[in-house]
Structure formats: C-alpha cells, structure tokens
C-alpha cells in the first residue's frame, strides 16, 4: 500500500518552475529621448510548458525574448532560468528566428550538428543526433542539401532541428513561422506541437498570430504595447487544443475573439 501512495502523491509534484521575470522593465536612452519598451512585466513559465506571448507590435515582446536569451539586459527586475540569473547567452537557451539563420555553407547535416562540432562531440555521437532530428523535422533525404537549396519552410525546419539538436532546457522562439505562406504555416505549427510532445522541451514563442498562439499553446500572456505591459494570463483548456473539429470549433474561435478584442485596437 505505501509505495501506491508514494506513487500518487508523485503524479501530483506540483510543476517546476523553469523560468520566472519579476517587474521586468527595459528602458532604451538616446541622445535626449527615452522609451520605456518594457514597464513592470511579471510571468512564470513551468517546465515542459509551452508559453506564448501575443500583442501589437511595439509591446516589447520580442525585446522580452531577447532578455531571456541573454541578448539584451534589463533595466530593471530579475530573470531567472532554472533559478539563475542570465548572464549573456547560453548553452541551457535555443533561439530561433524568424529569419532563416542558417549556415549557407554547411550543409543540413552540417548546420544541425553546428553547436555539436563546436563542442568536440565524438562524429558517432554527432550523427546519431542529426540523423534523430532530421528524422522528426521530415528532412532525412535532405541531408546533404544546402540551404540555399531549401523552402523556406524546410530552411526554418533545420534552425528548429539544430537548435533541439543542442539539448538546451529552454527554446525561445521569434516570429518563427513569420515569413511562411499560410500552408506551410499550419504544417509548420502541426509539427511543431508534435516535436514539443516528444521533447518535452520548455518553449517561449513570441507572435502576433493569435490563432498561433491558442492552437500551439497552453498558455498565452497578452500584452499591451507603449509601454509593454502583461494585460492578461490566459490558460488554453484541453478540450479546445483536442477538438476533433481544431481550428473550426466554437470554443477555439470564441477563445481566439475573445484575444482579438482584448487587444482592439491595437492589433496589427
């Protein structure tokens, strides 16, 4: 009987925190101007969740991933990533861009093992890797393909594989289905949902796409622009993200309205 007890009261461990911003302000200082991009932000990410934050452009959000990816520092508030302090970028974070940042003269094997070769991994240890991540990304056959060969959709299914591929706890991703046509768009988000159940990697995705956010979050932080605040915490329900009728449903269009009029007027 204890060790089924013990069992149970593990299936309740509350989640763990992964990363946390408290009062997370960034002021920029020109020549005689200032702009309060970030004003008092405050959010909780746990681990093996996947966190969106939406908002019109100008809500600072991007300049909140770059926080958390060491890009940039805060004026003011702590950041923490697995109870740490950022100090610049690390191993533990990947990012991904809405621009295709790829290697042009490395090949699609290459560019995914990239932070692998860096690091001196064995070369079977390093395939091994690639050829998982080129497996869950759909682009085995294109191993040895350059990027300047690729789809767009295929260039950023690489950055995603090589970023996973570095087995950091945390992926920040920026707009990264930004510049696709709405059909790669969608498979894109359908893949991404599929890997992120695999992995079970801790992800932070910044768009203004609402529909992006409800279908690929669990929860989404609205935000409002000038300066960027948090307007709101919403937690997606489970029936809405296994509708059998997905995008279609009622309970996702009121939810993805219900987003759209919070940010009015401001929405781009």
């Not at 591929?165 to 709405?182: I, K, Q, Y």
């Amino acid at each position: 009987m204890l060790s089924a007890a013990r069992i149970t009261l593990t299936d309740a461990e509350p989640a763990k925190l992964k990363i946390s911003g408290e009062s997370v302000s960034k002021m920029y200082r020109s020549k005689n101007k200032q702009l309060l991009a970030l004003d008092r932000v405050s959010f909780q990410v746990f681990e093996n969740d996947f966190v969106s934050f939406v908002g019109p452009s100008g809500c600072g959000k991007s300049t909140l991933l770059r926080i958390l990816a060491g890009l940039e520092e805060a004026s003011d508030g702590t950041v923490l990533v697995s109870g740490r302090t950022i100090e610049g970028p690390g191993a533990d974070r990947g990012m991904v861009f809405q621009s295709y940042t790829l290697f042009p003269w490395l090949t699609v094997r290459e560019n995914i093992e990239f932070g692998m070769t860096l690091k001196n991994v064995p070369l079977f240890e390093k395939r091994a890797v690639s050829d998982r991540f080129m497996e869950l990304v759909g682009l085995t056959k294109f191993a040895k393909s350059f990027p300047k060969e690729l789809s767009g959709g295929m260039k950023q299914r690489v950055a995603i594989a090589r970023a996973l591929a570095a087995n950091p706890e945390v992926l920040l991703m920026d707009e990264p289905f930004g510049a696709l046509d709405p059909q790669t768009k969608e498979a894109m988000q359908t893949m991404l949902v599929d890997i992120w159940q695999k992995e079970k990697t801790t992800i932070v995705f910044i768009t203004h796409d609402i529909e992006e956010a409800v279908f690929l979050s669990e929860r989404v932080y609205v935000m409002d622009p000038n300066p960027g605040r948090i307007r709101a915490e919403i937690a997606i329900p489970e029936d809405i993200k296994r509708h059998p009728d997905g995008r279609d449903a009622e309970p996702f269009l009121k939810l993805k309205k219900q987003i759209v009029s919070m940010i009015g007027h401001h929405h781009d």
